[in-house]
């Protein structure tokens, strides 16, 4: 199996097993594509099987802690059983977990929180995932605006509807802009037509492209913070003067910011207001459910009641589902408590600052990327990182080998997996033994 890590020796690489964990290994491999459930293929001696979380620490079937800063891929903010989280679905399991598509209290109350909390949202469509998100937000666009083409920007992740896999994370080929690469087979070539992409911080080619598509395009969606990607000081804010002028919608998918950057998100913590916004991920801390929020007269469209063509057909079989509104109200109420943005971005500063210095000291060319978001990533280039072509530069075999060495020394971040994410729950404890571990990893380098 292809896998990207052959040029490991994997004997350096050995996590501790007990006979159990190698025994699941093996069926996993019998009734799973890959063995596994998602993109995340590790080296085969790292494939490891989480058995519990708590707070900021997991730990697998064989007994080995991890310090977490995958955080289930970002949706984990406030740690892994978080109690008084587990204590409200417990509470609302008794109620009952599902009333299908009709309207129960805690969904209700969720929508009145997000419209109060998120800029420019009048109303709230909620769904699953943040694919689910971003496929509504695109097909309500060009009910609205009456055209078929979107603007992504290249390297930005919209989930895996086929509107979405275009020109992503994973792209190969960088065609010349704005022609998209598909990033999966099976995609039919009117969506590979119905997508341009844009190099993210560049606003005079957005333009451009954007002024000459203009009759053709429905909307532009953007990562505003693109993976790890801080957006330039000014470029949020062109960006919205350009699709103003232009008439064309924009959506900020804060799937990942939303709730993480401020209780507003990014639009909140940059002073940007998007037409449409997607947000999922943080909201339920495990528990799946997003929302598109907007304006009423752009979210009515998505009224079954309308009786009119400009209808944006939108609904699923556990959309609105109490268990998720019920993670979502405690996930907010927890996140409003006074202090804890600023804890969290002081320990996310400290944390970034601390790998520069060590980088520093080592003489190991690399970029900490991550500022204003409690996040972070180091990409081994001595090349400033503003967009996804730049990212290339980094040495993807030492990003490979220092992930791997984490994961060794008890740091749970998926090799090759992009960003690593640090909950509200993480500790000064936590980040100083990430520095302790980084340094020892590092001075080898």
């Not at 984990?76 to 129960?104: D, R, W, Y």
Request: include cysteine; aromatic fraction near 10%.
């Amino acid at each position: 199996m292809e896998t990207g890590f052959l040029f490991l020796n994997e004997d350096d690489y050995n996590l501790k097993k007990t006979s159990r964990e190698k025994e699941l290994q093996e069926m996993a491999k019998q009734v799973l594509p890959g063995g596994v459930v998602g993109m995340s293929a590790l080296p085969e001696n790292m494939i490891f099987i989480p058995a519990y979380g708590k707070g900021s620490k997991i730990y697998d079937v064989s007994g080995n802690e991890y310090i977490d800063y995958h955080c289930g891929s970002g949706p984990i903010i406030l740690g892994h059983n978080f109690p008084p989280l587990t204590q409200a679905i417990k509470e609302q399991m008794e109620k009952g977990s599902h009333f299908s598509t009709v309207l129960n209290e805690p969904i209700i109350r969720l929508a009145e929180k997000i419209v109060q909390l998120i800029p420019g949202a009048e109303k709230v469509r909620f769904g699953l995932s943040g694919t689910d998100g971003t496929l509504y937000a695109i097909r309500l666009a060009r009910a609205l605006y009456k055209k078929e083409k979107i603007l992504k920007f290249e390297g930005a992740y919209h989930g895996y509807h086929d509107y979405a896999l275009m020109s992503n994370h994973r792209t190969k080929k960088l065609y010349d802009f704005p022609k998209p690469e598909p990033a999966s087979s099976g995609i039919p070539e009117g969506v590979i037509n119905s997508v341009l992409v844009a190099p993210y911080n560049n606003i005079e080619m957005t333009e451009s492209i954007i002024k000459k598509y203009q009759d053709q395009l429905a909307a532009v969606i953007v990562e505003p913070y693109q993976r790890s990607i801080k957006p330039k000081p000014g470029f949020l804010k062109d960006l919205r003067a350009i699709t103003n002028k232009y008439g064309i919608c924009l959506i900020f998918d804060e799937v990942v910011t939303g709730f993480r950057m401020a209780l507003g998100g990014a639009q909140e913590f940059y002073g940007v207001q998007a037409d449409l916004t997607v947000i999922g991920k943080g909201l339920g801390n495990g528990y799946p459910v997003s929302a598109v929020c907007g304006s009423s007269k752009m979210l009515e469209h998505y009224n079954p009641t309308t009786g009119t063509l400009d209808y944006a057909f939108q609904t699923g079989t556990l959309n609105g589902n109490p268990i998720s509104a019920v993670a979502g109200l405690t996930v907010i109420q927890a996140l409003q408590k006074p202090g804890i943005y600023e804890r969290w971005r002081r320990m996310s500063e400290n944390l970034r600052q601390g790998l520069r210095e060590i980088f520093k000291r080592y003489g190991v060319a690399c970029q900490v990327v991550g500022d204003d978001a409690p996040f972070w990533h180091t990409e081994f280039t001595d090349q400033e990182i503003v967009d996804f072509r730049s990212s290339l530069t980094s040495d993807k075999s030492k990003l490979l080998k220092f992930e791997c060495e984490l994961m060794k020394h008890g740091i749970f971040a998926v090799p090759g997996n992009g960003k690593k994410y640090i909950s509200a729950v993480h500790t000064d404890e936590d980040i100083q033994k990430t520095l302790e571990i980084c340094e020892k990893i590092i001075s080898k380098f």
